[in-house]
């Protein structure tokens, strides 16, 4: 055997798994069918009709586990709001949290008597959710926060803005 034939024989193996390869990474990426992504199912809102002009009383979150998983691959929460109104209530999905979620026992200064302030958490990161008085109805407020370390101090998130639910119905 020959050096010329050692090493023709090797150069067609390296490219026999070069073109293999390449067919591998061009079926994956080009041809091959991609899985979709989770299709949310969204929890039914619960309304119940008004039997008079009767103000809120009490704000109760309820939390549901979501068939779906976040991009992540962890498992979310739909977090609910149920107001009381008298004997009536008016219950809506507010937000799709990843992870899990409990109330918190601090209180915000700003929210409405009554109500309680939701934490979701996950890997690292979160959501506060509290309930205010705005000017024209009562508001569902999302905040969002990230874990820190001694290296890193992370930035305070402004509230926002999710949900709304009328003084009275």
């Given at each position: ?156 998130q402004p509230y926002k803005t999710v949900a709304e639910f009328p003084f009275?119905?």
């Amino acid at each position: 055997m020959t050096t010329r034939e050692f090493f023709t024989g090797r150069a067609i193996v390296i490219s026999a798994v070069l073109v293999i390869g390449l067919g591998f990474f061009v079926y994956n990426e080009y041809i091959s069918p991609r899985p979709t992504a989770p299709v949310e199912t969204p929890i039914p809102e619960t309304p119940t009709e008004p039997t008079g002009n009767t103000q809120a009383s009490s704000f109760t979150w309820k939390y549901d586990m979501a068939s779906t998983l976040n991009p992540d691959g962890l498992p979310e929460t739909h977090v609910s709001l149920e107001v009381l109104y008298g004997t009536d209530k008016i219950s809506k999905l507010v937000y799709t949290a990843p992870g899990s979620c409990n109330d918190r026992s601090e209180k915000e200064k700003d929210s409405v008597p009554n109500s309680t302030v939701a934490l979701c958490y996950a890997a690292g990161a979160g959501d506060y959710l509290k309930v205010v008085k705005g000017p024209n109805s009562y508001l569902v407020m999302r905040q969002e926060f990230e874990e820190g370390s001694p290296e890193y101090n992370p930035p305070v998130q402004p509230y926002k803005t999710v949900a709304e639910f009328p003084f009275a119905i």
